[in-house]
């Protein structure tokens, strides 16, 4: 059974920083591109970032919102994903899903999500 | 960047009702788009990928069609189990972008 598992959420000032995670199991990690989307309470689905699965090198994207603050990275050996947010806005309040794929394969499987709430 | 219009944003609709929900892209995408489910309070769901294939599990009244930018889900009889909010979604390159969502409500 393939499981997408986040962790890292919180409450968090404005300009501060949060790591999130995602643990996989179930499929085979290091051959699925991932990405990250979020949604703001009451609002709709947002793309976030995405992560190649490349054995030599990583193609990285991020949306326009989150570009020089966020940092996707992946261990293939621990099946994790992970999300460094840094100068974090107010508007980055949101819940953030783990999302497996690209190609046919985008959006098959969903974490349960992660809330980030940035607030003083 | 891809921008992707949905209508309507909301629609209301019976049980039995053939509904049909359409996302327009800005420019041409291929086949490079997903339909996604979401409830209330629940998870996103795809229910439609590369266009028009039904995701594994997926009752068989969803459907979707189109290609280059225009494209169509379709229910083909609305169920209880159905009034949920509808996300199209472009892959076709970065960044994806999703529609604004329509959603289904009970008349």
């Known amino acids: 059974e393939v499981q997408l598992v986040e962790s890292g959420g919180g409450l968090v000032e404005p300009g501060g920083s949060l790591r999130l995670s995602c643990v996989v199991s179930g499929f085979t990690f290091s051959s699925y591109s991932m990405n990250w989307v979020r949604q703001a309470p009451g609002k709709g689905l947002e793309w976030v970032s995405s992560?190649?699965?490349?054995?030599?090198?990583?193609?990285?994207n991020y949306a326009d919102s989150v570009k020089g603050r966020f940092i996707i990275s992946r261990d293939n050996a621990q099946k994790s994903l992970h999300l460094q947010m840094n100068s974090l806005r107010v508007e980055d309040t949101a819940v953030y899903y783990c999302?497996?794929?690209?190609?046919?394969?985008?959006?098959?499987?969903w974490g349960q999500g992660t809330l980030v709430t940035v607030s003083s | 960047d891809i921008q992707m219009t949905q209508s309507p944003s909301a629609m209301s609709a019976s049980v039995g009702d053939r509904v049909t929900i359409t996302c327009r892209a800005s420019?041409?995408?291929?086949?490079?788009l997903a339909w996604i489910q979401q409830k209330p309070g629940k998870v996103p769901k795809r229910l439609i990928y590369?266009?028009?294939g039904l995701q594994s599990g997926v009752p068989s009244r969803f459907s979707g069609s189109g290609s280059g930018t225009e494209f169509t889900l379709t229910i083909g009889s609305l169920q209880p189990d159905d009034f949920a909010t509808y996300y199209c979604?472009?892959?076709?390159?970065?960044?994806?972008?999703f529609g604004q969502g329509t959603k289904v409500e009970i008349k």
């Open positions: 590369t266009a028009s």
């Open positions: 979604l472009q892959h076709n390159s970065y960044p994806y972008t």
């Open positions: 992560i190649s699965y490349r054995r030599t090198g990583s193609y990285i």
């Open positions: 420019q041409g995408i291929s086949h490079y």
């Open positions: 999302v497996r794929g690209a190609g046919e394969a985008t959006g098959d499987y």
